[in-house]
């Protein structure tokens, strides 16, 4: 009985990723700079702290911490049902937490003379249903979309949130992360992309229209806090159980003014 007892406690332990005074933190290519960027801020007020800050995808990170290989997954989407329950199955509870707030934005080129798109319209573009800008108020050329990999959170969120679930067109081309959309639409002069807000330089945003008769939305910070731009979403870490120790004390941080303000200095919005 001790035998078992002893070897059951060992199963359901799960050991910390981190030693002491170090964290690991894996996931959204979306908050790869962000996270990065509240790293250095917090490690230059605390020298004795170590954290190491990833990219791969909101699907990698959410891998490492099922796994338990990261401390912290970074995520611009939720985690799904059987994700958690993968986690639960490892022997810990998934804890979510909103660290920031992005309006994903619809790239075109700077040259292209499209003013606004419906949400209806980009499911058409994003399922090949529809090729040209003819109808869109641009020219008869075919419009070349840009996509994310699908280990990507922004792929998923604009696959459930824009097409309806329905499958990209294979026309698309993924890119492995959204700097690589935005640079390919900035070169592209018929392409269409969608990415963060923070990643919005060199190119066109074009404001969205949740139907026909729903006006044209920008995002912003009041419209991203007020859901009335279409593609608003949080931005998430992720822990097993409760966070604590130096995750708990970095958490905190990032969710105060100072890392409130790197968010939106990176080209986020911060948590109300």
Not at 125 to 141: R, Y
Not at 188 to 211: S, T
Not at 227 to 238: A, E
Request: aromatic residues 8%.
């Amino acid at each position: 009985m001790r035998l078992r007892t002893l070897l059951a406690a060992c199963v359901a332990f799960i050991p910390s990723v981190a030693s002491a005074g170090t964290l690991t933190v894996k996931g959204s290519d979306t908050m790869v700079v962000l996270g990065q960027r509240w790293a250095e801020a917090y490690m230059k007020r605390h020298s004795e702290t170590s954290i190491q800050v990833t990219g791969g995808g909101s699907g990698t990170g959410i891998s490492a911490l099922i796994n338990g290989t990261t401390d912290i997954c970074e995520a611009s989407r939720a985690m799904k049902d059987a994700e958690k329950k993968q986690l639960q199955e490892k022997g810990a509870q998934a804890t979510e937490i909103p660290v920031a707030k992005d309006g994903l934005s619809v790239y075109v080129n700077a040259s292209n003379p499209v003013k606004e798109l419906t949400m209806a319209q980009l499911k058409d573009i994003f399922t090949g249903k529809n090729t040209t800008w003819k109808d869109l108020g641009g020219s008869e050329a075919k419009i070349i979309p840009y996509s994310r990999e699908n280990s990507s959170g922004t792929y998923v969120f604009f696959k459930e949130h824009v097409l309806a679930n329905a499958d990209y067109t294979p026309r698309a081309q993924a890119m492995p992360g959204t700097a690589a959309v935005v640079n390919a639409v900035s070169k592209e002069k018929f392409g269409i992309g969608y990415g963060g807000a923070a990643y919005a330089k060199g190119i066109k945003v074009v404001p969205v229209k949740k139907d026909d008769a729903s006006p044209a939305i920008g995002p912003s910070e009041k419209t991203v806090h007020d859901g009335s731009y279409p593609l608003s979403r949080p931005l998430f870490f992720y822990v097993r159980g409760v966070p604590s120790g130096e995750a708990k004390s970095f958490i905190d941080w990032v969710l105060g003014p100072d890392g409130q303000k790197i968010a939106q200095e990176v080209g986020y919005y911060p948590i109300k």
